[in-house]
């Protein structure tokens, strides 16, 4: 196949694998819907509020994994071994939008924060881990989940510059970044309000 045909077909099929919810999946499993629980998010951190540690750890591993087999894709399609290649990139916002808007879901989907990280997983991995572990620490001393997502939000690009990611691939991971933090403009207002959800669990 041809890569006039590949990485279209690539983009289209990391969409649809980002549309795969794991938190409405996994919160039906335990008889909830989380479009109608906690904050109705569809994500990791409403599904530790409002089920548990157990299915909010499934939630995110399976999220990640989204954005990581279609980061996967779009390198396999370009043709070219290379991880941090646009198309990788370009691939893994698809995965991402989807996860955002998936189709399977009525266009009603999650923040994707974990699918963007999973993205870095594949791509970058060592921006992955330290942005896990500093978002894992925020959260720990804030208590606010949202808090952790845009901060490292904030430092991925320099970290990625770092880590020697150039070109169209910054393109791709400051529009991934700009989805985040569009998806997240309600969590900042009520943070200005005092008002956003604390991770208890």
């Known amino acids: 196949m041809s890569q006039v045909l590949a990485i279209p077909i690539a983009l289209v099929a990391a969409y649809v694998v980002g ?23 569809p994500g990791t951190s409403n599904v530790l509020r409002t089920v548990g540690r157990l299915a909010a750890a499934m939630v995110l591993v399976g999220d990640m994994l989204k954005g990581t ?18 198309w990788a990139f ?22 994707g924060v974990a699918t963007g990280a999973g993205v870095l997983l594949f791509t970058v991995p060592l921006a ?3 942005e896990l572990a500093l ?4 959260v720990k001393l ?3 989940a949202s808090i952790g997502s845009l901060v490292i939000m904030v430092i991925t690009i320099p970290v990625l510059i770092w ?3 150039e070109g169209a691939s910054l393109v791709w991971v400051a529009l991934i970044i700009a989805l985040i933090v569009w998806r997240h403009r309600g969590n900042i207002q009520r943070m200005v309000a005092g008002r956003e959800p604390k991770v208890t669990t």
Not at 30 to 40: E, L, M, P
Not at 73 to 84: C, H, I, R
Not at 95 to 111: E, S
């Open 19 to 41: 549309s795969i919810d794991f938190a409405v999946i996994v919160a039906r499993m335990h008889g909830v819907d989380i479009h109608q629980a906690g904050s109705g998010n």
């Open 135 to 138: 978002w894992g620490v925020i």
């Open 69 to 86: 087999v279609g980061a996967a894709m779009g390198m396999v399609a370009s043709g070219v071994a290379d991880p941090m290649g646009p």
């Open 163 to 165: 880590q020697g990611v």
């Open 128 to 130: 992955a881990v330290l």
């Open 90 to 111: 370009a691939a893994g916002f698809a995965a991402v939008v989807g996860h955002c808007y998936p189709i399977f879901y009525r266009f009603r989907g999650g923040k």
């Open 142 to 144: 804030t208590k606010t």
